[in-house]
């Protein structure tokens, strides 16, 4: 009898969470689903499968140029901010000093910003400024919204970390920077790995900033995808997202491996 | 190697130099390490904000709250205010609805399990926005599938409007926010250890006793930190309102990036900073609420 | 180049001494010298104008309690914080201003500070690297390291697979294995247990000694320190207090604070009543007792008597002849102690009486009953309050 009911228990809870998985996955889903259908329109595959959609996404040059933009973006944005974030991250958790707290919340809070909000102010800003490099002006505000991700993640490894290290690699031998540098940096790589990469996919992702800061000329690849959305209908697009989940998957697949996934939960 | 003996010498001269005494407050080297960073925000993030609050004032070439007027009384205006707060909150609500239990459900499953769930939040939540919205259009579509099932299974007995609606929008942002509830309270339940619940059994305590008792204020803290990142992220979300709910239904980052289409920077400033205040309020009232829980522990 | 003529004679390059440059001519002075050393954080004084001389070759225990600023000593010591005042000088030559990289002191840390993404070898290998020693020599000298703290074939473990004590004997090498000038340790012992304790304590002053290393050894455990030192310095609150060798700080302590810290005596609160040349007449609660020392008819003072002093009135130790105090006391209780039984009279506020008998004579004695004892008066200590 009471068996019974703790096996009903874990049934329940079960289904519960395949639900709340489907709930959550169902965009995906139907993505992966579109992306293989052989009709010419957004359909689920009815007619039979099809790669050919795959086939058409490496023949649109539409895509290469968006791609290689947002990559660079991307790259280049997230090694700016792993070097001002982890440097901030270090004097966060090393000093105490009248304000800190104030200082790591507005540090964090571009992450709690609206991005249209970021977006906006900086074209006025920019603009006025002079700056009317569109790649410039994308990557002065990718930094701006990966830096929180870095400094969050750096910190929380950190939090872990023991400066006594750096005090024994000090007596040792070692003058004190490279001292931090021998000690932190391969203790603190599984961190640095997540941060980037959480840092790489928010810059990668980003819509809202390039929707005021880019051009025709730089055109980031989600403004790419909206704008193909607005003007075809064929499932090519379905592809294009398929491709860029799976280096989502293989992305957070390496995180896993390299610092768990539970602590990115926490993190 | 090199012997104290060796290396004093030169250094000894130095020595005095090194250390001052009288000196009291001495900078401390690892504080200078967030002046970068800091700089770089100051410069490329507070500046600018405090610049479009500035031109928000700004209206016929004078300072003035014409813009303000326009947010807060204009019909289409107070009717986007309305909408964006709205439309979070139901969101925000429906994700503590499903992500509360859904976490619960987490804490108690199998390691295995909960690794197979972990994956299946953290991917939707770290793949592209822009691929989760096109993926609900294509659900949403009078033949999509939700209508085709509701459909076959006699539910309805023809096509219910899901795309360019209220309740759709809600539905598909509950969906696309949902990981970003379950995430934060999974990682506050999984700290408590797992005999409090049973301390509660053994002490007499019923399942919803021992929910409103034991489980919700101890989880508390995580919703507070979900609430906070599901309202502000829904509230200032552009694509997902532009993409599922069409041009009928104006929304407070609509409207700034319509002002901004039609070149009126000033009332697009006027809506972020009431979009700003919005959020902001919201954050710190969910931040006071997650603070008094931890410290009435 | 040491490493090398040390191969080449085929001596342990540890067990060699290191040479000393007194090139400075002052071959009377100490070999590490802390003198008028004061450190201030945020107003408050964590060292208060501290000196201390240590040898070469001598085994120095800092003692105190928790937040006497024990650890703060040592990182001045070792360069690893600055000082406000005050200087620090090796073998003749004022170092106060190296920073820590130059001045080769091997520090064993609290927690050992090991490196946990490098392999037990690639710890003690560490320091050798930093200072770019030979790097042909550098897996001998792992080698012989490891060997010396029992730790051979050790080498390619992970620092989490080791047990403390084991954990403890890395920290150990890996400190040694630069050929420091001297060794600090910070409590290497506290997390422990006893019983491994007692062994490692042993081990490492053997092992210290081997290689006639000068040693600053910092606990707060009283035994610890009588057990492993050449001589004791009592910190307290930010100046040491004593500074001397285990028999003395333990028989003729300094201060008050110096004898309360090692070991529970009986401390009894007492007033000069007279005073004939050094003998002074004490009065206690329980009774009048004398004892030697200079102080003004009239003052308050402290009585302090070690437990072993203490003998019940009329045994063998009680011989005729002996300048002795005796006092009527009333037994409360009897503390088995191994070896040794703990018997405690009833005291008065915030004095306390205690003597310590041998388990064999147990016997005699009875809890709630009257009992006579006495001690030598030169044991008797006075302290002003
Ligand atoms: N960086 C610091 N900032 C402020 N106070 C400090 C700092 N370092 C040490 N102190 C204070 O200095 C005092 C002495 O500290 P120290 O670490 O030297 O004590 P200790 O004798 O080693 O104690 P323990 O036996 O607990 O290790 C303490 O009161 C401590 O709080
Ligand atoms: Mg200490």
Redesign the pocket.
Known sequence: MKRNLTLLKAFARGLWLTLALLIVNAPLIIVLLVSLSSSPIFDLPREGLSLRWYAKVFQLDSIAGPLLTSLQLALSATAVSLVLGTACALGLSRSRFPGRDLLVTGVLSPMMLPGVVIGIALLFYLRALGITNSFLSLFIAHVVITLPYIVRITLAGLSLFDFALVDAARTLGYPPVKAVIKVLVPNLAPSFVSAAVFAFLASFDNYAIALFVGDIYTVTLPIQIINYLSVSTDPVVAAIAVILLFGTLVSLLITERLVGLQRLAGG | MTSVAETVPGRASTSVHERRPGIRHRIDPWQLLVLPASAYLLLAFAAPLAVMFAESFHAGGGLSLANYDRVLMDSRGLQATANTVRYASWVTFGCVLLGVPTAMAMVRASSRTQMIVLIGMLLPMSSSIVVKSFGWMILFRRTGLINETLMWLGVVSAPVALLFTEHGLIIATISLKLPLMVLPVFAVLSQIPGQLGDAATTLGAGPVYRFRRVTLPLALPGIAVGFAIVFSQTAASYLIPTLLAGGRYPTLSKSIVESYIVSNAALGSAFSVVLLVTVGVVVWLSGRLGKDHQSAR | MLDTVAKLQGVSSIMQPQPIDRAGGQTSEAFLKLEGITRR??Q?T??DDVSLSVEEGQFIS?L????????????VASGL?PCDSGTVRLAGMDITGVPAHKRNMGVVF?NYALFPHLSVAENVAFGLKAQRRDRAAIPSIVAECLAMVQLAGFGDRRISSLSGGQQQRVAVARALAVRPKLVLL??PF?ALDRQLREVMQIELRRLLRSVNMTVIF?T?DQDEALVMSDRIAV?NR?RIEDYSDPASIYSRPKSLFAFDFVGLSTRMAARVVAADGDMLTLDTKYGSVRAKGRFYPGTSVIVGVRPESIGPAGDKSDAAGEDRNRLKLWLTDIVFQGSKRHLHFAAQESDRLVAEVNSAAINMFEPDSELSVSWRVQDTLVFPT
């Not at chain 3, 105190?64 to 990182?75: D, M, N």
Request: hydrophobic share 35%; net charge negative; proline share 4%.
């Open positions: 954080i945020e408050q964590i060292l800092l105190g309690p928790s937040g006497c600023g024990k650890t703060t000593l040592l990182r914080a609290q910070d409590e506290s910092v707060h910190m930010g």
